[in-house]
């Protein structure tokens, strides 16, 4: 009590005094309070207590966000957690590559130091990132299933809190993409409700926005443009907030169009809300008698709707040629009784003629304002109808042979396990809208599929124990594939399509190898293929 009074501050503690070493690091470059997720800066809280659902960085993303937020950006956490994070991944690594990067704590900290620095950080997959790296280091082929994330601990993962407008939760977790299909339909109207899009389109006075130039600043072959002069000019129209959200209500004109008479279409667009930028991304959209406009906030989602609006903006230019195809599609009552099974007549030609004008007229690349659009009408005009005639013929092809297949499957029932298989298949090949969803390229090896399972149920009866021999050796080929469609939740990967059709050309070369197959076709290339899916 004495040497207190003597000196009032003796129990106060400097900064330096209170921090212990190893928290120096703990500062706002290491563990920031914003971090930018899909073009919006998202508040950040970090708690230590593994016993607590939110352990870890939890980053609040506002719902209009949602889809646009980067997967890959995510695995990197922030920089003070990725050293932590990489000594797992590589903890997690088989004996051999891993004894490569022993004592384990300073091999993360130099690949933390290096992936850091500002040219690597962030730059597609943390796990992607790392991959490259441990190649080059050892010289070794290490796969991207190598890294066991099964292992890693929840805290390794971010966790994300989605809220309204208003900072209601609407959802949480650590899967971002359980939470997009989940939320993403909410997101997508949030994200056109905010940046005032939910539209047919948009005018300043008398101009159409999309008349706007395309930005010099366009990365990846991508057009931006800057909607920022433009929302400024409807904002001081309205007496706004410039830093609110346009309203959907007062600032758009949903307009429908029976023509190319809204200016350019660019491919995505910068919307300006406040001091943050997203990005969005306008389609034309399929209005039946008309088309409108609309703005996605994912690309994915934006060109399907587009080509299907597109396909609609060009037949509203050719109706009497649709009249005419209508009424004069080669052997669509034959079709219309194959298809029977599978639904009606009107239904199966609309599939050949949206097919055959997709064939005519959409060809990449698409046409983005009224010149091209209107050359492209021109040019397709005169092959419509050859093109409807071819398309005919080959998905007449493809229903005879569902219909070969169906009755053989039918009259082998006591083949339990092949036909239970074969019917599995068929109806993998043959959904509802088969001409429509299935590949140009692979619809035409429709027939041959479809035959050899025909072929393979012939066979059965002279060597069942070969067929259930190579259905063994199939079946975990297909297992791996449909666990891998399972976890991308709707998300398309090219690769994985590919690998989804040389399952049916092995198929072919199984159970009905007269048919031959366009290309070598085996398990071990099948393995091979599904390796590098995996890299």
Known sequence: KHEFKKNPKLLLLSREELMR?????????????????????????????????????????????LNQVSEDRCEWLVPGMLKDKIWALLKSLPQRPRSRFVPLPASAERLSSMLCEPINWASGGLTDALLKRTRDETSLDIKRNDFKLDMLLPHHFMNFRVVDEHGRQLGTGRNLVALKAELGSQARGAFQALAGLKMGSQTIGDRPIFDAKRSEESKGGLSPIGLAASANQAQSKLGSDPNSAPSTNKAITNQRHTTWSFGELPELMEIQNGKQSLIGFPALIDAGDAVTIEVFDEPDVAQAKHRVGLRRLVALQIKDAIKYLEKNLPDLLKMTALYMPLGTGDELKAQIINLALDRAFLIEPLPTDEFAFKKRIDEGRGRLTLIAGEVSRMVHAVLIEYAAAVRKIKDNKNATEPSADCQQQLQRLMPKNFAAQTPYAQLQHLPRYLKAIVMRLDKWRADPARDASKLTELRPLEQRYVRRVIEQKGQTDARLDEYRWLLEELRVSFFAQELRTPQPVSTKRLDKAWSILCT
């Open 21 to 65: 070493h190893e928290a120096a690091g703990i500062t706002t470059d290491q563990f920031p309070k914003m971090i930018r997720l899909g073009g919006v800066d998202c508040k950040a809280t970090y708690l230590h207590d593994p016993s607590h659902a939110g352990d870890g960085l939890t980053v609040e993303i506002p719902i209009f966000a």
